[in-house]
């Protein structure tokens, strides 16, 4: 394997993990997946309008580099035997 191809392949790990953190820190609107790891019970915590304004800029520039990052890879994949 390249370089380029073990860096995007931890990239791609490390921003699936980041994402899939920053969606379930996201205040519930009640009955869905962050209320089941505990999500509801802290209401006050996530009620700041400005916290959760930031909380999905920070989580929509993990989704796109983990969408770049998949695409590069798969490009890579394609291109470069």
């Known amino acids: 394997m390249t370089a380029l191809k ?17 969606v379930l820190m996201h205040k519930g609107k009640g009955g869905g997946v962050s209320d089941m790891f505990g ?13 959760e304004r930031n909380l999905n800029r920070i989580t929509l520039g993990i ?8 695409v590069g890879f798969g490009l890579m994949q394609k291109w470069v035997f």
């Open 6 to 22: 073990i860096v995007l392949l931890v990239l791609i790990v490390l921003t699936s993990i980041l994402l899939t953190l920053t």
């Open 39 to 51: 999500g509801g019970l802290s209401s006050t915590a996530g009620s700041s309008g400005v916290a």
């Open 63 to 70: 989704m796109i580099m983990w969408v770049v990052s998949i």
